[in-house]
């Protein structure tokens, strides 16, 4: 098992990183908070888990540790597999996931793409005794209250992306902002603004900008 890697950025897509070990470029599929903590030609060290199949061996990335402990503990689940694990990642952090879980919390988890209603009552009886309580809810209550006092999260996890991708701050926010409306539709509906979709609505808006 490759337990991470580290080396320099050699390339990064909206779902992958390339990170040079060795000489080799490893591709390693990311979710957008993880793209956007890494830098083109800047070290990074990324949790990994390699998932193995009949006709292909593909690599999971993670910020850290935890993250990479719950991807696999999700995938303990029937019917999650690493797409589906790695999708609940992209839109709620390891605590939220936790805390969701604890809570019987549906809606969190229906927020993610793929997962409905039977699907989300499912994953919550299964996954009750194995996520384990949320490691931070102090902290996480206080990133709820700065929310509400500053930007929205979802922009800042958007922009960073962004301009993780190559774009220019100035191109970024116009991008945050023209999808703006989309992720306040989301969040009216009671769920997450989904990071993942808004940063491909956002990299479509770009593309037909240059």
Known sequence: ??????????????????????????????TPNTIAGLRIGETARLATSLVVREDSLTLYGFADDDERQVFELLQTASGVGPRLAQAMLGVHSPDALRLAVASGDEKA??????????????????????????????????????????????????????????????????AVSAVTPQAEAALAAGGPAPVPQLLRAALQTLNRAR
């Open 1 to 30: 098992m490759i337990a991470f890697v580290s080396g320099p950025v050699a390339a990064l897509a909206p779902a992958l990183a390339v990170i040079e070990v060795g000489g080799v470029g490893m591709a390693v599929q990311c």
């Open 109 to 174: 988890l229906m927020a993610v793409p793929g997962i409905g209603k039977k699907g989300a009552q499912k994953l919550l009886l299964e996954l009750k005794d194995k996520l384990g309580a949320p490691l931070g809810t102090g902290a996480l209550v206080g990133a709820q209250r700065a929310a509400a006092q500053g930007p929205a999260p979802w922009t800042e996890q958007l922009s960073a992306a962004l301009v993780g991708l190559g774009y220019a701050a100035r191109e970024a926010e116009e």
